[in-house]
């Protein structure tokens, strides 16, 4: 289990997104953290296959990111989803489980348990629109599991989470780290601190910092604000 | 023994696994297994059950007017039904584009089918209907229009294919993707222009010729904006 980025560039007319970053991704939690604009929403596009590299390759156990196996074990959350107003909580999942190739039997049983997971069975036949921005993000987390991913790829995923959520979220994450490649963005240190194997931070496209964070080195809340701010 | 029987015996012989076990053990499977390509067939299937009802009633509603004109044949309604052909495509286009408009394009995107193959199984879908919709309806209208059967179909495939092209060039821009009722002004435009100078043009004094060649023209320039729809999927990003 194997996602290796190798020398990749992202480029928008004058303005060079991610600059030839090059890194190996191993079973694990992997913390990307970086400011706003630092690449790190373009560089995750490109791990999911959406976006296209303007130079380089990413590679999964040797498949191409744009490959239909290698969408068949990710998982993804991005920083802004959407939803069809009519679909409730419930009905979302199993849209996602239909496009994600379950049969009818088996989404209701995937649905059913994600829903538990996520604690948000009890608002199951709810319209998403009324749920709250946490719930939203529960579901959210939900969809990108449905496949049981060993790639998994979540850009600020605590965005709009309260404490309590924000600490189960951890835990869960940690649990998936032991089993898949866990890639998460976010600007929040405390996020990541406990819980990442490993922790790559970006500023204008390029990788300043790429390793485990120790006791050594110090506060990575300091460091932060310090290459940061 | 029954197969109940079994069951309950396999049940009663092994546990119910933990999540986690469960987790990894499908993985397993799924590591010795091909990766499971879904037919058109099936892309369709799925796709077929989260087109709104409205799509089809509007389909529907067309067909319905249509037989009207046919069992009473005083009852000259071919440039009513010409009337709605706007409101029929970009309400399709609506409903084919609504991934984009509602924010469900990137997560479409990382599916086994893509963001890509949802819309082009939508469409199919969508375009199938309304095609068999002014078949059917071209043949209820003939009767009683004072026309050639051309010009029957002149009078609702150019209106149709108008506002499809128009909505599609619209909602490739960046203003369309924001703004997705755009799609239902277009038609309320085509809807006034066609009204107010081309119904009376079409059915009065355009050479049958003439109406095929516009009408082929359409279809091809229908083909291209849908081709570019299709490959501006893979670059939306980029």
């Not at chain 1, 992997?30 to 995750?44: D, E, F, H, S």
């Not at chain 1, 009519?86 to 059913?112: H, I, N, P, Q, W």
């Not at chain 1, 790429?210 to 290459?227: C, H, P, R, V």
Request: aromatic share 8%.
């Amino acid at each position: 289990m194997e996602l290796v980025a190798d020398r990749l560039t992202k480029q928008y007319d004058n303005k060079i997104a991610v600059d030839r970053l090059s890194f190996t991704l191993k079973p694990g939690v992997t913390g990307l953290l970086g400011a706003n604009g630092a690449g790190k929403t373009t560089l995750m596009r490109m791990i999911t296959g959406i976006l296209s590299p303007t130079s380089g390759e990413i590679t999964y156990d040797g498949k191409e990111v744009k490959s239909e196996e290698y969408r068949n074990i990710l998982g993804f959350l991005p920083q802004d989803f959407g939803y069809y107003p009519e679909f409730t909580g419930k009905e979302f999942l199993m849209y996602f489980c239909a496009l994600k190739g379950l049969s009818k039997k088996d989404a209701k049983v995937r649905t059913s348990e994600l829903l538990k997971m996520v604690v948000l069975e009890d608002v199951a036949n709810k319209k998403v629109r009324k749920y709250s921005g946490g719930m939203k993000q529960r579901l959210g987390i939900a969809q990108a599991l449905i496949n049981r991913p060993e790639v998994l790829i979540l850009d600020e995923p605590t965005a709009g989470l309260d404490p309590k959520e924000r600490v189960r979220f951890r835990n869960l994450i940690e649990e998936l780290g032991k089993e898949s490649i866990v890639l998460l963005s976010t600007h929040i240190v405390s996020d990541i601190e406990n819980i990442a194997d490993r922790l790559i931070m970006m500023r204008s496209g390029r990788i300043i910092w790429d390793g485990k964070w120790t006791e050594e080195n110090g506060s990575l809340e300091e460091f932060y604000l310090k290459e940061f701010e | 023994m029954r197969d109940q029987d079994i069951r309950e015996l396999l049940q009663s012989s092994a546990g119910t696994p933990d999540a986690k076990s469960k987790d990894r053990f499908l993985r397993e499977i799924r590591k010795r297994q091909d990766t499971n390509r879904m037919s058109f067939i099936r892309i369709l299937l799925i796709q077929f059950r989260y087109i709104r009802k409205r799509v089809w009633l509007a389909s529907l509603l067309i067909l319905i007017l249509s037989l009207t004109v046919t069992i009473d044949l005083s009852f000259d309604r071919l440039t009513a039904v010409s009337d709605l052909m706007p409101f029929l495509a970009g309400l399709g286009m609506l409903e084919a584009l609504r991934a984009d408009m509602h924010g469900m394009k990137e997560l479409e995107s990382v599916t086994l089918i893509s963001a890509k193959g949802a819309l082009f199984a939508k469409t199919a879908l969508i375009g199938a209907s309304h095609l068999i919709t002014m078949l059917v309806s071209s043949i209820f209208l003939f009767p009683s229009a004072a026309s050639d059967i051309t010009t029957v179909a002149a009078m609702l495939l150019i209106p149709y294919t108008v506002t499809s092209i128009l909505c599609m060039e619209v909602e490739r821009t960046r203003f369309g993707r924001e703004n997705g009722y755009c799609c239902l002004v277009i038609a309320f435009l085509v809807f006034g222009t066609f009204r107010m100078m081309l119904h009376s043009n079409i059915s009065a004094g355009t050479a049958p010729g003439t109406l095929m060649l516009i009408m082929a023209a359409l279809i091809v320039l229908e083909i291209y904006e849908l081709k570019k729809t299709m490959r501006s999927e893979e670059y939306a990003w980029n």
